[in-house]
């Protein structure tokens, strides 16, 4: 089964967006199969951010990510890494279509609410980072 590493940001953890973003990701059909609380480490910012390590705005990226607690998740579903970044929108608030997660609720590239793997295999990669094989649940799913 098709599995993403999704992850609301401080920002939407004290907006109190969990329960929408959820919801929105739960009526497409999608299943949540492991979910954490953490204030990120900054060995686990270093690895997970790895390729935007040298860029210029990773000083703030570093201190937002880890700013207060994150809510980590693992979901499950066909295609589920394409429709999860359709669902999420353009990194940047600015472009994101009315509808998507940033969209609706984000207005700047800095605090963009939440993160989701792009493609496959950083999604294997940021679930190994993450989560342990043991953390992540399975169940049958009533549609
Ligand atoms: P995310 O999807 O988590 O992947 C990389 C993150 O870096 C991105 O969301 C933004 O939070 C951040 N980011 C990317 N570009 C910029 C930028 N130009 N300025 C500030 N933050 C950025």
């Known amino acids: 089964m098709e599995r993403t590493f999704l992850m609301i940001k401080p920002d939407g953890v004290q907006r109190g967006l969990i329960g929408e973003i959820i919801a929105r990701f739960e009526k497409k059909g999608l299943k949540l199969v ?3 609380f953490e204030v990120l480490p900054e060995d686990r910012v270093m690895e997970h951010y790895a390729e935007h390590k040298d860029k210029p705005f990773f000083p703030g990226l570093k201190a937002y990510i880890t700013s ?5 998740m ?3 579903g066909k295609n589920v ?4 970044r359709q669902m999420i929108g353009a990194t940047n ?10 969209g609706d609720f984000a207005l700047e590239i800095g605090m963009n609410v939440i993160h989701g793997s792009d493609s496959d295999e950083t999604a294997d990669r940021e ?5 342990k094989p043991e953390e992540i649940v399975s169940f049958e799913k009533i549609d």
């Open 34 to 36: 492991a979910g954490r």
């Open 93 to 102: 608030p600015a472009e994101a279509l009315p509808g998507t997660i940033r």
């Open 127 to 131: 679930i190994a980072i993450h989560f």
């Open 74 to 76: 693992v979901w499950e």
């Open 68 to 72: 207060g607690p994150c809510f980590l």
């Open 81 to 84: 890494v394409s429709i999860t």
